[in-house]
């Protein structure tokens, strides 16, 4: 059952919130998130891909009643697929009608007239500032590029778009800012200190087996347990692509498909790609000894 | 109900441990410390922890460093395990010899510029590892003009070009200033923007002729693309050194590199270091569709099998891979070397680099790959 929470009192209180939309965080992401909410602060999110960075931002859109914009990132992002854009066709459409319904009136009015609000096309950034209170989730901001990390550092001071042609544009309440990172690149350093900084780890065995238990509830408590252990295990063989929380959810589900109630060495082997998505770490794996992976 | 006085001195007085412990926790960032803190329990070890931890801290570098400062200055218990995924901590750097004996500037200049410029034309040709000290600073000298060109790639952004698509935007604001009528299509077209160049430059003690020269080779090329350029030194470790090289001068440049260098001169396990450098800056997107210059001799103590495997999994992340090898310039040179065997399957272009001509074909190989 969803327990909204629009205005926390402590972190406890949004971790339960958190938890009924089955998001389960530690302490101190709910720590996290909570101070993001009441400081109004961006909330910087550093990890792994697949320890849940993103799906914070939902789980929190979820709790908080709020809705959710999302930008994602990448590598020459412009300002008008970030902020807003003119709708060129609308505006040509609108000066024809006038001029077919023989408008008269002073050229300058009409001019003024074609860059109403109407008439523009809100893009992510401006969307969560106008329907504030939001959340906005920035996703990937190692993907842009250094000029945009500059004009969202702006954006993200004050909460504030202006439109040349408008005016300007302010949150009354600003939006509740995630930012995500995978470390592709450094993030700048100012951007940063905008934020709360949050390093996101993987979830530890007994947290591990309470999300797949709660996201996948048909599985059984011992699959759900030995998924996670062995999940836990293949962390720490150094691989490529060690395998995240989404990775062990998805694991546990093909094994249920496949109608195991627990993991044998041999459903283990044929299911992996479910878990490791390099060829090199299947082999790695495959290679090793399958009863000190998998077995109990 | 402990006195705001108390919180803001122990919160200082922590921010102060912190910062000698080396996490930069400027002075915004403890006021924001000092904020969260008047949000939570001021009473409750682990909601101080945290809440010192999300506004001090920028990077998983600082995480072990706060944990001990926090357990050092509060001397409670840090309430989570190890952080994952931090880089290794800091080392202490060892000062290295970058020149070959040269102390800058000797009094034997060739004051004529007739023979300045033969000479320099003569030197151009000479292996860097077989000059005397004179004619190394000479030498420096011209290795400061070489600018590599960036290679360029396609990108998403647009500029307004005279060919190309429509642009919609240009082509109807000039309309509604016409009064609506279309009298030109402006057009644009996607802006070339420079690809990453990465540097993989072979400290170990085999290459100890040429590294001085590689790095200067690498200077240029920080100096004439800082956004574009990463540079990082192989041998027992991967070092990066981008930042260091990001200096002017290159002589200074150069010293502090080398001061950040730990492994100068020592053994060279390039797949493991290769490795390292896939895993950690690699995979994560430096090396992707990014020019690659591996400049080693191929001298592996490691496995060679690693090292193939690595360069395999460079070569399906980089754009274009490149070897520069300086004994290639010699004459009879053939890649034996179980190393460079093993990585040449997965080399795009393999070329010397032992002499200022050489370098100035490895400028234009970067450009064009």
Redesign the interface.
């Given at each position: 059952m969803l327990r909204q929470v629009t205005q926390p009192t402590d972190p406890a209180q949004l971790a339960d919130a958190l938890e009924s939309t089955d998001y389960l965080p530690d302490e101190g992401l709910a720590t996290a998130a909570y101070l993001a909410l009441v400081m109004h602060r961006p909330l910087f999110l550093e990890g792994e891909a697949g320890v849940g960075k993103t799906a914070l931002a939902r789980a929190l859109a979820e709790v908080t009643g709020r809705p959710l914009y999302r930008l994602q990132c990448y590598e020459g992002l412009e300002a008008s697929h970030a902020l807003y854009d003119w709708d060129f066709g609308r505006q040509l459409l609108h000066l024809r009608a006038a001029e077919a319904a023989h408008a008269t009136g002073d050229t300058e009015q009409l001019e003024a007239g074609l860059y109403d609000r109407r008439f523009l096309l809100a893009r992510p950034l401006l969307q969560a500032l106008e329907d504030s209170p939001s959340v906005l989730l920035v996703d990937e901001v190692d993907r842009a590029d250094d000029e945009f990390e500059a004009f969202l550092l702006e954006v993200l001071s004050d909460f504030t778009i202006s439109v040349p042609e408008l005016g300007t544009i302010r949150a009354e309440t600003p939006p509740l800012v995630v930012l995500t990172s995978n470390r592709t690149r450094e993030v700048h350093d100012a951007l940063k200190r905008r934020c709360l900084y949050h390093w996101l780890e993987h979830p530890d065995f007994d947290r591990e087996v309470a999300i797949l238990r709660r996201r996948l509830p048909e599985v059984t408590d011992e699959l759900a347990r030995q998924v996670a252990r062995a999940t836990g295990r293949l962390r720490e063989l150094d691989l490529l692509k060690p395998p995240g929380v989404a990775e062990a959810m998805d694991w546990a589900s093909a094994l249920h498909a496949l109608g195991c109630r627990e993991l044998d060495p041999d459903t283990a082997a044929r299911t992996l790609g479910a878990v490791l998505k390099y060829r090199e770490d299947g082999e790695r794996v495959r290679s090793l000894a399958r009863g000190a992976l998998f077995g109990a | 109900m402990p006195d705001t006085r108390d919180v803001v001195s122990t919160v200082l007085g922590f921010a102060r441990t912190l910062r000698n412990a080396g996490v930069?926790a400027?002075p915004?960032?403890v006021e924001?410390m000092l904020?969260?803190v008047a949000?939570?329990?001021v009473l409750d070890a682990?909601?101080v922890y945290?809440?010192g931890?999300?506004?001090l801290?920028?990077?998983?570098d600082d995480?072990d460093r706060y944990d001990a400062a926090f357990a050092a200055w509060f001397s409670g218990q840090v309430?989570?395990g190890r952080?994952?995924?931090g880089d290794e901590p800091a080392r202490l750097a060892t000062v290295a010899p970058l020149t070959g004996g040269g102390t800058g500037d000797a009094g034997e200049e060739p004051s004529d510029l007739a023979t300045k410029a033969s000479g320099a034309e003569v030197l151009r040709h000479r292996d860097v590892a077989e000059l005397t000290v004179a004619e190394r600073v000479e030498l420096r000298r011209l290795f400061a003009l070489l600018a590599p060109a960036t290679p360029m790639r396609r990108?998403?952004?647009r500029a307004p070009s005279p060919h190309g698509a429509v642009d919609?935007?240009r082509?109807?604001?000039a309309?509604?200033r016409d009064?609506?009528e279309v009298r030109r299509l402006a057009h644009h077209r996607a802006r070339p923007?420079p690809r990453r160049v990465v540097l993989l430059v072979d400290v170990s003690g085999s290459m100890s002729p040429y590294a001085d020269a590689l790095l200067r080779f690498a200077h240029a090329a920080v100096r004439a693309r800082p956004?574009s350029t990463e540079v990082f030194t192989i041998g027992t470790r991967l070092t990066r050194v981008t930042r260091e090289l990001r200096l002017r001068d290159p002589d200074r440049a150069l010293a502090a590199g080398g001061a950040a260098i730990p492994d100068w001169s020592g053994g060279t396990r390039i797949g493991e270091v290769l490795k390292a450098f896939l895993?950690r800056w690699g995979?994560?997107?430096?090396a992707r569709g990014a020019v690659v210059v591996v400049c080693s001799d191929g001298w592996e103590r490691g496995g060679a099998e690693l090292l193939g495997?690595q360069m395999a999994?460079l070569h399906r992340l980089a754009h274009a891979v490149v070897w520069v090898n300086p004994h290639k310039g010699r004459s009879g040179y053939e890649p034996l070397t179980g190393g460079m065997v093993a990585a040449l399957p997965s080399v795009d272009h393999f070329v010397a680099g032992h002499s200022l001509a050489a370098f100035e074909e490895l400028a234009g190989v970067i450009t064009h790959a």
């Open positions: - | 930069a400027s915004d960032r924001a904020a969260a949000h939570l329990d682990t909601a945290w809440a931890r999300l506004t801290c920028g990077s998983p995480l309430p989570r952080p994952r995924g990108s998403r952004r919609a935007g082509t109807v604001r309309a509604l009064g609506g923007r956004a895993d995979q994560r997107g430096t495997e999994r």
